[in-house]
T-cell receptor, first 111, second 113 residues
Framework: SQQGEEDPQALSIQEGENATMNCSYKTSINNLQWYRQNSGRGLVHLILIRSNEREKHSGRLRVTLDTSKKSSSLLITASRAADTASYFCATDSGGSYIPTFGRGTSLIVHP | GAGVSQSPRYKVTKRGQDVALRCDPISGHVSLYWYRQALGQGPEFLTYFNYEAQQDKSGLPNDRFSAERPEGSISTLTIQRTEQRDSAMYRC???????????FGEGSRLTVL
C-alpha cells in the first residue's frame, strides 16, 4: 500500500520556471522525505522534514509541511533541464521506520 | 566505491528457477531495506533489517520470497520458483539509522520468462 500520493502525476515546464509538486498522505507521520529518480536509475535523497518542522530549504529546493492538511509541497526554483526526473515523497509513521513511497510526479523541463 | 552495490544488475531466468539478488550496503550502515519497483510506480517495501535482525518482512508477497543479512552487512533476497509476475526492478537501500535518509543502489532488474 502507498501512503503518500503525489500531485500532479506529470508536469511539463520551460527552463527557468518554478516547479511545484505536492504530496498528500493519510495517517500522521514522523518524517517526510523527497527523492529524485532519473530515468529508472537509483533514487537520490533530496530533503527530510520532520513532523514538527514546517519548512526546509536546500539550494533551489524548498519543502513545506502542513500536518493539519496532511500534505507537503516541493518547490524547485529556476528549473534546469537537468531537473528532468521523477520525484517521490516517502513517509514513515508510528513506530515503523519504513519509508513508504508514493507513485511520483514526472517532471520534464524543456531547454 | 562508497555507494550501495547490487548484483546482478540484470537477471533473466526461466519460470520455476530460483534467483538470488545481492546487496552490499554502505559500510557501517545499520539499516538495510529491500524494495520492488514496477515501471512508472514508486518503490514498494518488501523487508528491512537492523544489523542482522530482520525487523519487518510484511511486504514480502508470499513465502517464495525470503531475505537474510547474516553478518549485518551484505544481504541476499531470494526468490524461489520464480513466476512471470516476479519480473520487476528490485532495489536495495541502506541507512545509518532507521527512519533516516535512504541511500539506494542502482537496482537489479529481474525478468522471468
Amino acid at each position: 500500500s502507498q501512503q503518500g500520493e503525489e500531485d500532479p502525476q506529470a508536469l511539463s515546464i520551460q527552463e527557468g520556471e518554478n516547479a511545484t509538486m505536492n504530496c498528500s498522505y493519510k495517517t500522521s507521520i514522523n518524517n517526510l522525505q523527497w527523492y529524485r529518480q532519473n530515468s529508472g536509475r537509483g533514487l537520490v535523497h533530496l530533503i527530510l522534514i520532520r513532523s514538527n518542522e514546517r519548512e526546509k530549504h536546500s539550494g533551489r529546493l524548498r519543502v513545506t509541511l502542513d500536518t493539519s492538511k496532511k500534505s507537503s509541497s516541493l518547490l524547485i526554483t529556476a528549473s534546469r533541464a537537468a531537473d528532468t526526473a521523477s520525484y517521490f515523497c516517502a513517509t514513515d509513521s508510528g513506530g515503523s521506520y519504513i519509508p513508504t513511497f508514493g507513485r511520483g510526479t514526472s517532471l520534464i523541463v524543456h531547454p | 566505491g562508497a555507494g550501495v552495490s547490487q548484483s546482478p544488475r540484470y537477471k533473466v531466468t526461466k519460470r520455476g528457477q530460483d534467483v538470488a539478488l545481492r546487496c552490499d550496503p554502505i559500510s557501517g550502515h545499520v539499516s538495510l531495506y529491500w524494495y520492488r519497483q514496477a515501471l512508472g510506480q514508486g518503490p514498494e517495501f518488501l523487508t528491512y533489517f537492523n544489523y542482522e535482525a530482520q525487523q519487518d518482512k510484511s511486504g514480502l508477497p508470499n513465502d517464495r520470497f525470503s531475505a537474510e543479512r547474516p553478518e549485518g552487512s551484505i544481504s541476499t533476497l531470494t526468490i524461489q520458483r520464480t513466476e512471470q509476475r516476479d519480473s520487476a526492478m528490485y532495489r536495495c537501500a541502506s541507512s545509518p539509522v532507521g527512519a533516516g535518509e535512504l541511500f539506494f543502489g542502482e537496482g537489479s532488474r529481474l525478468t522471468v520468462l
